[in-house]
């Protein structure tokens, strides 16, 4: 089945240690999403890349990048991570930005810091 | 003004029952809205989407949208201890960014 995958499910790290969180899609969408969403809160847009083309959300913290090797994968890097950054964080998918376009989303990974 | 507001608290109905969940919005020049469902612990899993005025229905779940009172809404008949879980209103805007509201939890009693 196509899908969107995440990994590590669960991640643990320590306070300061970089982390790279990993998305993968097999719906050969255009457009891949990272959110943060913290408990009882919405999902909040970090940045998506529609293709190769970044875009980044004016208030996304630097502490946060993200890489797209290739159209099926998707990273997000955490170089700093503070206690503040324990969130759920998820990717999304879609096939383009147009209005009717819906957003897919992978399993979530759950970071904890320590 | 947030973006999507999803003001009202946990929501607790009999099964069987109708669940009704509201959703408003504060940009005019949004065209599309979604619906996505969280169960605890896991990802918003897309259960409808509408774009024009009126009701859509899908199943036992149905969308109302109003733009003119810029307001959307779920009703979910026939509630099941299945549908226990938090609700997600989400609104697409001219900035194509969708904008999610923190969701209703309904619980649904046996």
């Known amino acids: 089945d196509a899908m969107v995958i995440q990994n590590p499910r669960y991640q643990v790290t320590q306070f300061g240690k970089p982390v790279t969180l990993s998305c993968s899609q097999t719906?050969?969408?255009?457009?891949m999403y990272w959110y943060q969403q913290k408990s009882s809160q919405a999902p909040k847009l970090l940045f998506h890349y529609y293709d190769k083309d970044f875009n980044n959300e004016a208030d996304t913290p630097d502490n946060f990048q993200s890489r797209r090797p290739n159209t099926s994968f998707c990273f997000l890097d955490i170089r700093s991570p503070g206690l503040g950054d324990a969130a759920m964080y998820l990717c999304a998918t879609s096939s383009g930005t147009r209005l009717q376009e819906t957003q897919y989303f992978g399993p979530g990974t759950r970071l904890l810091v320590l | 003004q947030k973006e999507v507001e999803q003001n009202s608290g946990p929501l607790s109905v009999p099964e069987g029952a109708i669940a009704s969940l509201n959703c408003t919005y504060s940009d005019r020049g949004s065209q599309s809205f979604f619906w996505y469902r969280q169960y605890s612990g896991k990802s918003p899993e897309l259960i409808m989407f509408?774009?024009?005025?009126g009701d859509k229905e899908d199943g036992r779940f149905t969308a109302q949208l109003n733009k003119a009172s810029q307001y959307v809404s779920l009703l979910i008949r026939d509630s099941q201890p299945s549908d226990s879980a938090t609700y997600l209103c989400?609104?697409?805007?001219?900035?194509?960014?969708?904008?999610f509201g923190k969701g209703n939890q309904v619980v649904v009693i046996p």
């Open positions: 509408i774009y024009s005025n």
């Open positions: 719906l050969n969408h255009n457009v």
């Open positions: 989400a609104v697409k805007g001219g900035n194509n960014r969708l904008a």
